[in-house]
């Protein structure tokens, strides 16, 4: 029997703690994240700075659309539930409070200010153009490019 000894590792050699990936450190998120809602997109919206509030933004965004979140409604960030005061029963971290509004409102509103967006840039490309001389052969060149540089340029 001794003959028929086999070359093993033993099984302590063999763990999963020596072949485990290095840990790698992340910082934590300042605000946590909650898991998504179909139908619906959440947005931290501040309501006090420095402990002074600041009843103009919250009223805003109510007017936008946007709704507080009820902490029953995201149990997961129910240890962020407001105790106390206006907000009692939402989450709130910090002076923001997270809200949520729905997507086909958001998408809605994208879509409106892509609109604005455009006419005010054929209403500047019309002006530019108006002004060309016409007599000149030199056609007016429009490059819609922006460019960033970092440094002094020298």
């Known amino acids: ?8 590792k033993s099984r302590e050699s063999d ?3 020596k072949t485990k990936r290095p840990m790698i450190w992340r ?5 946590p994240s909650p898991d998504p809602r179909p139908g619906w997109t959440p947005r931290w919206v501040r309501i006090s700075t420095l402990g002074v509030a600041d009843p103009g933004n919250i009223s805003s965004k109510l007017r936008e659309g ?3 979140c009820k902490a029953e409604d995201y149990p997961e960030l129910m240890m962020h ?3 106390e005061g206006r907000w009692k029963g939402n989450i709130e971290v910090g002076g923001l409070l997270l809200c949520r ?7 809605s ?3 409106q200010h892509d609109q604005k967006n ?3 840039m054929e209403s500047v490309d019309s002006n530019f153009l108006r002004d060309r001389d016409a007599r000149s052969n030199m056609a007016m060149i429009v490059d819609k490019k922006s460019k960033v540089t970092f440094g002094s340029g020298t």
């Open 15 to 17: 763990s999963r703690e």
């Open 1 to 8: 029997m001794e003959q028929l000894e086999q070359n093993r």
């Open 118 to 120: 455009k006419m005010q």
């Open 101 to 107: 509004i729905p997507s086909e409102i958001l998408e």
């Open 109 to 111: 509103r994208m879509q």
């Open 81 to 83: 539930a407001s105790t």
């Open 66 to 68: 946007y709704e507080p």
């Open 27 to 31: 910082a934590p998120e300042t605000l």
